[in-house]
């Protein structure tokens, strides 16, 4: 709104009549003109022109609203004013000769071309507060995704904290009992069948127990991505052989035939344990779901690949139950008796893929199941390895029950043995029997066993050190192996593996 | 004879003034933003009392973060100001404020109310009690308001009515 002084009245007068038509044809006919006069105190005076051509009220009324807190004694210019429900004017409070008009007439086109104008530049003042608004999200999404991932570590941390306690505090009894068991079955099994009953018993539970033990810890290892594979010599018959031995008794009590076969006599580089644990797991299904007929376990190593089918006559599987089959804690049928937590087949796909290879099922229902194992593994350099009988051994742990058991084992093996408790007492010892071999727990008390390895390299230790703990973790054997170790075993110490390592030169 | 008040609406644009006014005067809403060329002039007679009765003339004034040239003409002959910020946009809330000083360095110190609008955004709200603190001591009263749902819309109108 703008102020201006007296209109221009003699140029309008001196104007040619046809161009005064011609305005007055343009402001009253194409812009409605219409005005009011008002007094001092704001009434109308006088009115003129058509005020409905203007959306307004047939007195002009707006006109007079308009002119509400204004100055009486200034004239006004608005060039853009729309009353409720009219199109848009120009106004004019003109102070005329002392007596006050208020006048107004159609502005469309200066209200659009403006309209438009303004419409797009405030749509993009809008646009881009929105995308700062976006940006500034983005930047705290980001900030709490740090912050979540922070904690998620902790967790993690804190997840591979608790798995590597719960190792060594299950790994290192369960070591005892099997140890202990091993030696009392020796020394006791041939006095009676009913002993012998009563060990047989015994060693299925602690088993049983120990492999429920590890398949949780195993599943949350390789979940986190943290389980070690610890490679070592297998021979493919005394594997085969293992197995049968193993499943036998159990196919005989159901009445199952139960075929083994290798396809020839070699040495693998692969971790045996964690084969074996596939292979349980597979045949033990096997055996569990065949009501009647055969099972047969068939084991061939061709080109860097050990591949094992373990094939049965049970009811076989459809396409769906096949395809959940290897999800956790799955059963194909919740109603049967069968024991187990469900984890054995996720856990072993998900060792096979660990170790590189791959479980396939082939079944078809009504006619049996076939599983294949392949993992890549290589032949063992066998020429390095040495007699086992005529070693000696120098075995330092903390824990004077899994001392003396290994004591015994390995003396019962034809090893000659000494034992340490610490760090001191195993410098001593390497000093006195200079030892081929140092068997050497990680957590001695509070002492750390790759710290007693790097002091025994000072001395000038060349003994063949293997490491020995209940933690399996990737961290533990780093540091091991750091140390000045050869070789890293995790505990339940499988005795075989223990002496394939042993016997590496 | 009804008394009849100017009272003008200041605030940045796509606060919401035309459709607080749109509310107030027809109780209806759009969802299209369409910006303001120019003033609107709208009337509205709201009761004070059983006896006292008002014509509230409200110019709308196209939205703005300063106070343009033709709008310092607008306001004059005010009698009060609704100033409107939008809620989900913390810096309007100080263009609001900002325009209000403005226009009171013209035509004095006249009442003044702050309507924090949009309040049915709230899961994208940017202003807190904290920030409002300045608006308390410059503006009569504060409320939160929304001219979609209609919350606080006829309380604002009335209580600057009220002090005019």
Known sequence: MSSSGKQGGSALCAMPVPVRAYLEDVMFEQRNLVGLEIDSGGQCIDRFGNFQNLGMQSDGRELLDFAIGLDPGTSHVVPLVQFHNCPPTHLHLAVLDGRRFVLAYRAESAYEELGVQQQLSNELSLQNSEKNQTIQALTQAQSLLRDSERELKRAHDLKSLFISKMSHEFGTPITAVLGRLRLLEQELSQTSEVVSGHFAVVRRGVLHLHQLVQSVLDEARLEQGTLRLEPGNVVLSSLCEDLEMLFLPLAQEKKLDFETAYESEQTLWIDGLRVKQILINLVSNAIKYTPSGKVSLYLRWRAGKLSVSVQDTGPGMSLDQANSLFKPFRRLDEKTKVSGAGLGLAISLELAEHMGGAIEVQSTLGKGSRFVLTLPCELADTKRMRDSKALKILVVDDDPDIRELLYLLLVRDGAEVSQAENGLEAENAWRIMQPDVILLDMQLGAENGAHVARSLRKLGAVSRIVALSASNSDETSRQALSGGCDAFLSKPVDFEKLKSLMQEQ | ?164
């Open chain 2, 1 to 164: 004879m009804t008394e009849a008040r100017k009272i003008c609406l200041l605030g940045s644009f796509a606060v919401g003034k035309t459709s607080l006014v749109r509310r107030f005067v027809d109780n209806s809403f759009g969802e299209r933003y369409l910006t303001t060329v120019g003033v609107k002039i709208d009337t509205k007679e709201i009761a004070l009392s059983e006896l006292r009765r008002l014509k509230l003339v409200i110019w709308d004034l196209a939205g703005a973060s300063t106070l343009s040239t033709p709008a310092r003409a607008y306001v004059q002959g005010s009698h009060g100001f609704l100033v409107v910020c939008d809620g989900t946009r913390k810096a309007t809330l100080e263009s609001a404020l900002g325009l209000l000083d403005s226009a009171r360095a013209i035509i004095g110190m006249k009442p003044a109310i702050l309507l924090v609008n949009k309040q049915d955004l709230n899961e994208s709200w940017e202003i807190d009690q904290d920030s409002l603190e300045e608006a308390r001591t410059k503006c009569s009263a504060v409320y939160s308001s929304s001219a979609k749902t209609g919350a606080n819309v006829e309380r604002a109108f009335s209580a600057i009515g009220a002090l005019l």
